[in-house]
């Protein structure tokens, strides 16, 4: 039987027919999906939208969120810029984008942000959420709290750099959220964005979305991101005149088709934007401050060595200052045979002295520390005598004397009430070999750091070993806060729980 022959140009199209199914196929399923948001910065106004809702593979827009909370904790004084972070094995492994550095290698955390911001490096990113948070699994749930009270209501993230994960996913709507949170929440670093080259430290780096900075009229940043599941992403913002607008692009085919893309949607932005507007900046989200491990930063931060938490707000956190009941007292002393060293002159000597210093180096408005001066000098030296028949202006704190003599022999100066609500936590500022010389620490302690202790209880404690002086009538948020703020002050701190 004679085999039947393959024609040769029937046999070429077979060809063809094979690779299209193999090949082209399979690359086009794999293509990200596109979606698109444009905004106007200025009210937050919606120009365009196109399956903006849609949860995207986000890439290295999720730097952006690590950025923003690198921001927040220097703001809040859990870190600084000078802060010496050390490169874990973790942090140092990662895939490039990265700046190249060792295991065990430390560099300052402005490095970081730059390497992070401009270069969009994941080795960058990894340190930053370590050293803030202890582990890149700790900052990935204060990420996500974060989303949450930004608005971000599609958005879980599981890294810090970006790189493709399961679940780690956001919107086009979300990331614009977040690029106009970083334009007015801490415009002091915007101008990281828009920088075509920085010096990261161990090198210098050149911006991944130079293209498009120095192509689009007005352009001045944000971020950039690309991984094979994601495509080409960018989250952009320009300025022309009165007008900004925000434009995020997710799935783009190549750097010059997204750029291309991202160009076309911001020119339909400003046509389509007002010319006048009202600047409405979105509402920043409020915090209670940080809560979990209460450890300072040391030198060199390193993985494991933080661990702090983020939660919202609930309640009020200010309200003004009641009015003193003309029949209540507003503070108590409480001595026995060594009450007369609380209003030594040496003590009131002391006390001025710090008052002076603090009025002269607290960075707070000099009317609201000398009010405190005032208050504080007046209850610390209040004579003990019996309570006078009319209260003297200004005087705060008063006791009988025989009813002094009947009180154990503990041994406690409380100079200033406070009106706890619940508040049972505290802190120790040391341990001191007078009663005066702690009296002396606390007063200069609540001037310099206000913010967090103004109205706290400052109370002096005898022990075999000394005088301790704490601060109470605190939360355990503003109580860690308070700690780690007087830590990067190089003052000694810790925490006292209830009870």
């Known amino acids: 039987m004679r085999a039947r022959r393959v024609q040769p140009a029937r046999y070429g199209l077979f060809i063809l027919a094979a690779i299209w199914i ?41 730097k952006m969120m690590t950025l923003y909370i690198a921001f927040d904790a220097i703001k809040r004084g859990e870190i600084s810029l000078d802060t010496q972070v050390k490169i874990s094995q973790h942090a140092a492994s990662e895939p490039p984008s990265k700046l190249g550095m060792r295991p065990g290698q ?83 670093y915007y101008n990281l964005f828009s920088r075509i080259t920085a010096d990261a430290g161990v090198r210098k780096v050149s911006h ?24 080409f992403n ?46 409405i900046k979105p509402t920043k989200p409020v915090f209670a401050d940080v809560e979990d491990t209460p450890v300072a930063h040391n030198s060199a931060s390193t993985p494991g060595g933080a661990g702090k938490t983020i939660r919202l707000v609930g309640a009020v956190t200010t309200s003004k200052r009641p009015h003193l009941r003309p029949t209540t007292e507003s503070a108590v002393v409480v001595a026995t045979a060594q009450a007369p060293e609380a209003t030594s002159p040496l003590l009131a000597q ?34 003990v005598s019996p309570r006078p028949a009319s209260r003297p202006k200004g005087l705060i704190a008063s006791i009988n004397p025989a009813k002094t003599l009947k009180r154990p022999q503990q041994q406690e100066v409380v100079s200033r009430v406070s009106t706890s609500g619940g508040r049972h936590w ?18 200069k302690t609540a001037l310099s750091e206000i913010s967090t202790l103004d109205g706290t209880l400052r109370k002096v404690v005898q022990r075999p ?3 301790d002086a704490n601060f109470l009538g605190m939360t355990r948020e503003t109580a860690d806060l308070a700690c780690r703020r007087l830590a990067a002050r190089n003052v000694s701190c810790f925490m006292i729980g209830p009870g």
């Open 350 to 383: 002391d006390i001025n002295a710090a008052i002076k210093q603090a009025v002269a180096t607290a960075p707070v408005q000099t009317a609201e520390v000398v009010q405190s001066a005032e208050v504080v000098q007046t209850a610390s030296l209040a004579a």
């Open 208 to 231: 991944t979305n130079r293209r498009f900075l120095a192509s689009y009229k007005g352009a001045d940043g944000i971020k950039t991101g690309y991984t094979r599941a994601a495509g």
């Open 106 to 188: 430390t560099i300052a955390l402005r490095y970081l942000i730059r390497g992070a911001a401009v270069k969009s490096a994941n080795d960058a990113a990894t340190a930053i959420g370590e050293a803030i948070s202890g582990s890149e699994a700790k900052f990935a749930r204060r990420m996500n709290r974060t989303a949450k009270a930004l608005g971000m209501t599609n958005t879980t993230f599981k890294n810090a750099h970006g790189l493709t994960e399961s679940g780690h996913m956001s919107t086009a709507r979300d990331m614009t959220t977040m690029g106009r949170h970083l334009l007015y929440d801490f415009p002091e």
């Open 22 to 62: 193999l090949v082209v196929l399979p690359l086009s399923a794999m293509a990200a999906p596109y979606a698109a948001y444009v905004i106007d910065a200025r009210t937050g106004e919606v120009l365009h939208a196109r399956n903006a809702d849609t949860r995207l593979h986000p890439a290295s827009l999720t």
């Open 426 to 443: 505290g802190v120790n500022v040391g341990r001191f070999p007078s009663r005066y010389a702690a009296e002396t620490v606390l007063v």
């Open 465 to 467: 070993q000394g005088f």
């Open 234 to 279: 960018l989250t952009a913002s320009a300025e022309r005149g009165s007008e900004r607008v925000i434009v995020t692009v997710f799935g783009g085919t190549s750097t010059t088709a997204r750029n291309a893309k991202v160009a076309e949607l911001m020119d339909m932005g400003f046509r389509r934007a007002p010319s006048k507007a009202p600047l």
